[in-house]
């Protein structure tokens, strides 16, 4: 039990949902302005799906079904791929589509953590779960699926959420600025750059900010976290030495307990 | 840590990615970077979060009995355990589930284990629950596990705050249906012709009136008496000279083979503590002392009073939580335990950045036949200890096959040497073996099998131990154990000043021929007028001699049924000729899971009360 403050304000999955919903409203308008028809009544009707429903896909295949309906109308208004669409650097409707989506994905997720399972599945805690087939009805121990209690939600949580959001869509059009700056050199073609961009600031972004958490980890061992640490390197230093040592012992000790039994 | 979750929507985003800014669809692109900064932020976030909270958290444990805190408990008793992990971080951790883990001795009885919330300065987490203690031993809390997840569900990590907590469950009280009033006696003179043969004492109990004599002390003078017979009577009172009893506890790892609270110790414990209050109240001596295969663990001198009680009963509840121990248990078997206790109990020390494991380390270089303990007998007829030999030089010399070559690829034994490596690092640092001890566990299978036990038994798992060896004989059997039950027995002979009893709790079936130490220092205390009593531990679930064995079952569960029906077997058997042992020097022989096993040892003591105020 936690015993924080119980709010004032109750707040329920309907919450969660209706900001799915609002993402999805969003995505909808965003496009149907861009001129998606088909392909947006698709995302919309997936969206729906993944809002009332509890299929954990749903944000993966509203993605899918988002990147198809895109595809379609690139191809539907140049008819190649060859050709770059033509938009400026910050466009508002683009940034109100990366929005709805966000929000859309984000919301979905902290749905799924309340209505299925926040944890992965551990197969050490299992439960008793009833099965049916036809006429047949069993009991079979399955792992533990556990979702947050709903009783945890509070307004605030929902309030950080909305600020947040926007956060994501203005570093998307931060780093669209960086990506898609021309190059200097032109040695591959400029989707080729972007492509490198991209690899490039993830991997070192990644890499860099590993290193500095890890390091921060290591300052905070405790002393025998350290101990296992300094241990391990030294066995990976000397690994080949020690064992051949340690197996000349163990062989030699068990030379003499057999020795010790014949007599 | 990301979850699958976490994987999927990476995965899939990023491939999205690449195929939007390799077609160059500018809108795409742009939406699908948003999700990418989010889950990277969402991801910095956590981490920021985890690695800030994660020292600044703190256990607060107690354990109440009807709302009061208490440090020792008493067995068959039930207690609450309140357990509160608190931060002191200004940081919040959103989401984390709390486990803790109920002690191997205790029972649950109501109430959750674990609990969930947010955790920050203000708001703890709270988890209660309500335990049985059914049996005597300690109480072991580690720490609670904490679970933490973003609330997405994106990513997670497993933390373990670490507060290791003992709490004392004392032996029970138990009231055995022989335990005998502890009120007065009636003052009754016996009746003309059945004299009890009593000692002069300076007791309370009137046991004779005579003749005055000179020197008599004028307070002794029984005036009614002396008027009715016209001469001056003298009453005589009783002697009152205590009765010691020592109790002789085995608690070797052949009574220590079980589950924790479930073994042939906890009964003997039992015996041993309702002697020992049963005495108390009559105001006699109870002495201990507890031998195992290696030591005379404690000794404990006769004496009385309170605290010499719960002096004896302390020692008791220490003795009762120690856990089997042998030279040599398969790792197979142990070290997935041991690694599964490491997971929930040591994650930090699982990392892969601070436990490493190369990969191909067993495909490079497995463990050689010639350090694996041989569990194979030599063949008595010669062709085939040829044959025997023969093999085992193949398998050793360095151009021969043997089960590392061939098995290096296996899965099973690549997953077995990578537990082994983890375990034994955490092993070596735990019990200060010294910088190259990884490389010695590693290597050296009599010495980790004997580490994996040690720190199993420390967190009370109970470890799958064989109790018979590759030719068949009991690996608990031990007969230093006897001889240095003979040697205690014999101190305690040469200290005894009356007739004293000696109580045995001792394991004797599977001594087979190495009874003879015990059964000569038995000898010496029944010359010298002491009284014996042995009462041997049997293993629950085995059939006492004279109780019905289950009807065996059909099928697959026959061969067990019948390979019990001969264990009991040969245990009754071996009972029946400890009983014959004794029954030469007039020594009885109880087994404890009898229920007049206390009863016995009280009548022992009552009878011994009667003939110390005999007239030797």
């Not at chain 1, 340690?246 to 010790?260: D, G, I």
């Not at chain 2, 067995?75 to 940081?91: F, G, I, K």
């Not at chain 2, 005579?210 to 009577?233: C, E, F, Q, T, V």
Request: hydrophobic share 45%; aromatic share 8%; glycine share 6%.
């Amino acid at each position: 039990m936690n015993d924080a403050p119980r709010p004032a304000m109750q707040v329920g999955t309907i919450h969660y949902q209706i900001l799915c919903g609002a993402g999805l409203v969003l995505v909808f308008f965003a496009q149907f302005d861009q001129g998606v028809f088909l392909g947006n009544l698709l995302v919309g009707c997936i969206g729906l799906l993944g809002i009332v429903s509890t299929i954990r896909i749903a944000p993966l295949l509203l993605l899918i079904v988002f990147a198809g309906a895109q595809l379609h109308f690139h191809w539907e208004m140049y008819r190649s791929f060859q050709v770059d669409e033509r938009r400026p650097l910050l466009n508002v409707r683009d940034l109100v589509l990366a929005l709805g989506l966000v929000t859309y994905v984000a919301a979905n997720c902290r749905l799924q953590s309340l209505s299925t399972r926040i944890f992965p599945a551990d197969p050490r805690q299992r439960e008793e779960k009833q099965r049916r087939r036809g006429r047949w009805r069993w009991r079979e121990l399955v792992a533990a699926q556990q979702k947050r209690a709903r009783r945890l939600l509070t307004p605030q949580e929902i309030a950080r959420f909305v600020l947040i959001l926007p956060l994501g869509a203005l570093a998307a059009q931060a780093l669209w600025f960086v990506i898609g700056r021309p190059w200097i050199l032109t040695v591959f073609h400029e989707r080729v750059h972007r492509l490198i961009s991209l690899a490039w600031l993830l991997i070192m972004g990644a890499l860099i900010t590993g290193m500095i958490l890890a390091q921060w980890r290591r300052r905070h061992m405790d002393q025998t976290a350290a101990a296992v640490y300094l241990q391990d390197t030294l066995w990976r230093e000397t690994r080949r030495e020690q064992r051949r040592t340690f197996r000349w012992l163990a062989w030699r000790r068990l030379h003499e307990r057999t020795q010790e039994q014949k007599q | 840590m990301l979850t699958s979750r976490g994987w999927w929507l990476l995965l899939v985003n990023l491939a999205l990615l690449v195929v939007a800014i390799s077609l160059g669809l500018g809108t795409l692109t742009l939406a699908l970077l948003a999700i990418l900064a989010w889950f990277l932020g969402a991801w910095l976030q956590f981490h920021v979060r985890l690695r800030w909270t994660a020292s600044a958290i703190c256990v607060e444990r107690s354990l109440l009995r009807q709302g009061m805190p208490i440090e020792v408990l008493w067995a068959q008793s039930t207690a609450t355990v309140v357990a509160r992990l608190c931060s002191r971080s200004r940081l919040a951790l959103p989401y984390l589930a709390v486990f803790d883990r109920v002690p191997a001795l205790a029972r649950w009885q109501k109430g959750d284990t674990w609990s969930e919330g947010e955790l920050h300065r203000a708001a703890a987490v709270e988890i209660s629950y309500q335990i049985n203690c059914p049996a005597a031993g300690r109480l072991r809390f580690d720490g609670l596990k904490v679970q933490v997840a973003d609330l997405q569900g994106l990513f997670t990590a497993h933390l373990f705050t670490r507060d290791v907590r003992h709490y004392r469950v004392l032996p029970p009280r138990i009231d055995e249906p022989g335990h005998l009033p502890t009120i007065k006696r009636h003052n009754l003179l016996p009746h003309l012709g059945t004299h009890r043969h009593l000692r002069p004492g300076s007791g309370s109990e009137l046991l004779d009136l005579r003749d005055y004599l000179p020197g008599d002390p004028p307070k002794m003078i029984a005036w009614k008496a002396s008027a009715r017979r016209d001469r001056l009577i003298t009453k005589e009172f009783e002697s009152e000279v205590p009765v010691r009893c020592t109790l002789f506890v085995d608690v070797s790892s052949s009574v220590r083979v079980g589950p924790p609270g479930a073994n042939a110790l906890t009964r003997v414990i039992a015996i041993a503590s309702a002697v020992v209050h049963a005495n108390a109240e009559q105001r006699d001596l109870s002495g201990l002392c507890l031998v195992d295969e290696h030591a005379v663990r404690g000794v404990i001198r006769p004496g009385r009073g309170k605290r010499h009680v719960y002096r004896v009963i302390q020692e008791l509840a220490d003795a009762a939580e120690l856990a089997p121990v042998t030279e040599f248990a398969p790792l197979e078997r142990l070290v997935p335990l041991a690694y599964g206790l490491a997971q929930d109990v040591y994650p930090e020390l699982l990392e892969k950045d601070v436990n490493a494991f190369p990969w191909w380390l067993p495909l490079w270089s497995p463990q050689p036949i010639y350090t694996v303990p041989r569990t194979e007998q030599v063949p008595k007829s010669w062709p085939w200890r040829m044959w025997f030999y023969c093999r085992r030089w193949m398998r050793e010399s360095p151009i021969g096959l043997h089960r590392g070559r061939l098995f290096r690829f296996a899965p099973g034994q690549h997953r077995m040497y990578r537990l082994r490596k983890r375990v034994a690092a955490i092993l070596a640092v735990r019990y200060h073996l010294g910088p190259a001890a990884l490389a010695w566990l590693l290597e050296d299978d009599v010495a980790c099998s004997q580490y994996v036990q040690r720190f199993l038994a420390e967190h009370q798992v109970a470890a799958p131990l064989p109790l018979y060896d590759e030719r068949g004989r009991y690996r608990f059997g031990s007969p230093a154990k006897i001889e240095r039950l003979g040697k205690a027995l014999l101190g305690s002979v040469l200290r005894g000043k009356e007739n004293e009893l000696f109580v045995l709790l001792v394991d004797l079936l599977e001594a087979g021929p190495h009874l003879e130490p015990l059964l000569r220092a038995v000898r010496v205390a029944r010359a010298r007028h002491h009284q014996v009593q042995v009462i041997c531990p049997w293993p629950p679930g085995v059939p006492v001699p004279g109780q019905a064995a289950a009807p065996p079952l059909a099928g697959r569960d026959l061969l067990q049924a019948s390979l019990a029906r001969a264990s009991a077997q040969r245990l009754q058997q071996a009972y029946r000729r400890v009983q014959e042992a004794f029954a030469q020097l007039g020594v009885g022989v109880a087994l404890a899971p009898e229920e007049q096993a206390v009863s016995l040892i009280l009548n022992r003591l009552h009878k011994l009360r009667g003939w110390q105020r005999s007239i030797r």
